[in-house]
């Protein structure tokens, strides 16, 4: 629980590599799908609850 309460640990870190048209493409269209988003999500929540509960 330590680890958890360190910041630097949570921060999200840029990455310089370029970002590649047709993939960024590809995630605008997972995201405009209610079903890829719904499931996303409760995928989150899974991880998210799995990894609390530890």
């Known amino acids: 629980m330590v680890d958890l309460m360190k910041k630097e640990d949570r921060e999200i870190k840029q990455d310089n590599r370029e970002l590649d048209a047709d993939k960024i493409e590809e995630f605008r269209k997972k995201i405009a799908d209610d079903t890829?988003?719904?499931?996303?999500?409760t995928r989150i929540a899974t991880d998210?609850?799995?990894y609390l509960t530890k």
């Open 48 to 50: 998210l609850s799995h």
């Open 36 to 41: 890829y988003l719904d499931h996303a999500i």
